[in-house]
Each structure stands twice: as C-alpha cells, then as structure tokens.
C-alpha cells in the first residue's frame, strides 16, 4: 500500500530538507528556551531540544553517508534549497565541505553561548565536551562524505576514459589494412 505522503519520502533530498527543517525547529527553540526560560523547566527543555538536535544531526549525518554511494542527484542542503552549480564534478567538492565547516562553526558557537548563558557552572564543562564532540564527529562525517563523492567522480572518469581507448583501439584495428606476413 503506497501512501502518497510517504512516498514522497523516498528521494534523499526530500528526506533531507525535512529532517534539516526539524533540525532548525529544535535547534531555535532550544535557544529560545535557553536565554528566556528561567528555573529547571528551562533547563531540562533547552537540554532536551539541544541533546535532540545533535541526535537528527549525527543520525543524518550518517545516512548522508549511504547516500554518497548512490546514483542521487543530492549535493547538500543548500544546493537542494538554491541553485548553487558550483562545480562539484571537478575533484574534491571543496565548497560543499566549506559550507559544512561554517555550519558546524555556526552552530557549535550559539550552543555553546546560549550553554554558558542557560548551565549552571558544574553542568557547563560537560556541554563544552559534547557540543564539540558532536561537531567534530559531523566534521568527519562531511570530510568522508566530500572525499567519497570525489573517489566515486575520480573511478566513474577513469572508467569511461578506458571504455573511450578501448573504442579508439579497436576502431583503429578494424581500418587497419592486413598487411601480408612477409612484410611484417
């Protein structure tokens, strides 16, 4: 039985765009609710909605990783979202993995503000250790995610280099006149 909102689920990059929407909801509330809400309830939500956004973004960060395997036309969020043709097809997507790292920064440092702002001191250096857990392991998972993406460019030209030799030389042999063997 097909269900046509969830079918609609089976491209990545749908997937994509929605689980980055969930990512800037919670994200955004747990800010709100870090610098606005006073007493434990603020504590316990903002901790909540943080730990909840670095979960979407570690697991998406790996499922972003099966995809690179694919035939997907997927390239990331923004070149989902905009227009971007920035060249990706010419070695390591250099401008994927930079859009990457100042997402990570980005977002690491307002966690972290919004952390020193909201924690109490003991409960502030745990969530120094993970905000920068989570954006590292998020590093290394675009770093793999960029790299692969160019091996797999890297194999699919050399594949087609060779198939395009293998052409010319056979096509050279068959106009090729026989010469008779005592010439040879």
Same mark, same amino acid.
């Given at each position: 039985m097909r269900l046509a909102h969830v079918s609609l689920l089976e491209d990545f990059g749908t997937r994509s765009l929605v689980v980055h929407g969930f990512m800037v909801l919670a994200f955004a509330n747990a800010v709100l609710v870090g610098l606005f809400v006073e007493g434990q309830l #603020? =504590? +316990? *939500?903002? +901790? !909540? =909605?943080?730990?909840?956004?670095? %979960?979407?973004?570690?697991?998406? @960060?790996i499922h @972003? =990783? #099966?995809?690179?395997?694919? $035939? $997907? &036309?997927?390239? #990331?969020? =923004?070149n &989902?979202?905009?227009d971007t043709n920035d060249g990706a097809d010419d070695g390591f997507d250099t401008g994927r993995f930079g859009r990457l790292l100042a997402l990570i920064a980005a977002v690491t440092a307002v966690a972290l503000l919004t952390s020193a702002q909201a924690l /109490? %001191?003991?409960?502030? /250096?745990?969530?120094?250790? !993970?905000? %920068?857990?989570? !954006?590292v392991v998020t590093a290394i998972t675009g770093f793999l995610?960029?790299? #692969?993406?160019?091996? $797999? $460019? *890297?194999q699919r030209r050399t594949l087609e280099t060779i198939a395009k030799n293998r052409a010319n030389s056979e096509s050279v042999d068959l106009e090729a006149e026989p010469r008779p063997a005592t010439e040879r």
């Open positions: #603020g =504590l +316990v *939500s903002f +901790v !909540a =909605l943080l730990n909840f956004t670095a %979960g979407l973004w570690v697991a998406h @960060s @972003s =990783l #099966g995809n690179a395997t694919t $035939d $997907d &036309e997927y390239a #990331g969020i =923004l &989902e979202l905009f /109490p %001191g003991s409960i502030l /250096p745990i969530a120094v250790v !993970a905000v %920068g857990a989570i !954006a995610i960029a790299l #692969g993406a160019s091996y $797999d $460019d *890297s």
